[in-house]
């Protein structure tokens, strides 16, 4: 039961935006998007995360559109080391504990 | 600050035999995770504990059992090895702070079933 829906992959050229997008048409409104990456084969690693109002940290933006059925996360200037397999998840509240549920992922290759 | 800590990193198995992950966090979060990566795959929970004391069954808990040991430590238990839990297998802890909750994950335990 797939919550998210992501491209497999995609390509952006070093020093351009990248521009990730995700589908949760099923998100429920209390429900918290997440993004992670994952680099070569080690641990994923938090990026960004919001519920109804866009986020900006320092590694990325994360855009939410206004049904939150879908969200695009944008890596504002990509270098070589953003090469990485980027997960949209969304966390589902429970009674004993939060889930977490990740898709799977879409590969971005940055080009020189 | 180690952060997530999983032992070991590698380790072969035959068919039938027994062996515990090991996961420690000194971060002290409350909630402990653990989940399987299969090869194109994203992570799929095994099981996961909200505090200590307590442990819940994630999407994929069959073969798997789990002891949350004290607030640091969450084991992974395989009591009869196949070869289908061969994955790679990685442990989060996070932290909850009004209702956002952040997942700090470990380096991950590759396992082999022959």
């Known amino acids: 039961d797939a919550k998210t829906t992501q491209p497999t992959s995609m390509d952006c050229a070093e020093g351009r935006a990248a521009n990730l997008p995700c589908n949760h048409s099923?998100?429920?409104?209390?429900?918290?998007v997440y993004w992670y990456r994952q680099i070569h084969s080690q641990g994923p690693q938090y990026i960004i995360h919001g519920l109804k109002n866009n986020e900006t940290n320092e590694m990325a933006s994360l855009i939410i559109t206004e049904d939150r059925k879908s969200s695009t996360l944008i890596l504002p200037h990509a270098t070589l080391r953003d090469t990485a397999v980027y997960y949209c998840?969304?966390?589902?509240?429970?009674?004993?504990?939060?889930?977490?549920?990740f898709g799977t992922g879409t590969s971005l290759t940055v080009i020189p | 600050n180690a952060g997530v800590t999983q032992t070991p990193k590698f380790q072969v198995l035959k068919t039938g035999q027994s062996m515990t992950l090991q996961c420690a966090q000194d971060?002290?979060?409350?909630?402990m995770y653990w989940y399987r990566q299969d090869p194109g795959m994203g992570l799929r929970l095994i099981y996961y504990?909200?505090?200590?004391?307590?442990?819940d069954k994630g999407e994929v808990p069959n073969g798997y059992n789990v002891s949350r040991l004290n607030k640091r430590e969450f084991s992974l238990r395989l009591e009869s090895a196949a070869p289908s839990q061969t994955s790679v297998y990685f442990c989060?802890?996070?932290?909850?702070?009004?209702?956002?909750?952040?997942?700090?994950f470990g380096p991950g335990t590759r396992l082999l079933v022959l």
């Open positions: 099923t998100i429920s409104g209390n429900e918290y």
């Open positions: 998840i969304v966390r589902v509240l429970a009674f004993s504990g939060n889930q977490f549920y």
């Open positions: 504990s909200a505090s200590e004391g307590t442990t």
């Open positions: 971060m002290n979060h409350n909630s």
């Open positions: 989060a802890s996070s932290e909850t702070l009004d209702e956002e909750e952040t997942q700090y």
